[in-house]
């Protein structure tokens, strides 16, 4: 069974950092590329990053760029999310999915391009 679990959220004041973890089991990792969502109560889904299989390329919401980094380590089967500078409006569920990529595909950041998901992990941020 394909399985992708996150960890590392938690209640953070505004400033803070937080790293979180997707781990994953279930699918040969590195033919995945992967992304990262979030969920605030009462809006949509939204797309955070993505990351290629090999970690070649990134991919940024504009309000998460210059803030948020992603990486993955394919070893490991895990990927990561680095947020600093953590602002109220990060408030939300944080989800990661991945999608099987073949070389050469371009990103994707819709959730419905996304064939697994996580349960989410929340990131609260106080003021």
């Known amino acids: 069974q394909v399985q992708l679990v996150e960890s590392g959220g938690g209640l953070v004041q505004a400033g803070g950092s937080l790293r979180l973890s997707c781990a994953v089991s279930g699918l040969t990792f590195s033919n995945y590329a992967m992304g990262w969502f979030r969920q605030a109560p009462g809006k949509e889904r939204e797309f955070v990053s993505a990351?290629?299989?090999?970690?070649?390329?990134?991919y940024y919401a504009d309000s998460v760029k210059g803030r948020f980094t992603i990486s993955r380590d394919n070893a490991a089967n895990t990927m990561y999310l680095q947020i600093n500078g953590l602002k109220p409006e990060d408030t939300a569920d944080y989800y990661c999915a991945a999608r099987i990529s073949p070389n050469g595909s371009r990103f994707y950041s819709n959730t419905r391009d996304y064939e697994y998901w996580g349960q989410g992990t929340q990131v609260t941020v106080s003021s």
């Open positions: 990351i290629s299989r090999t970690s070649t390329m990134t």
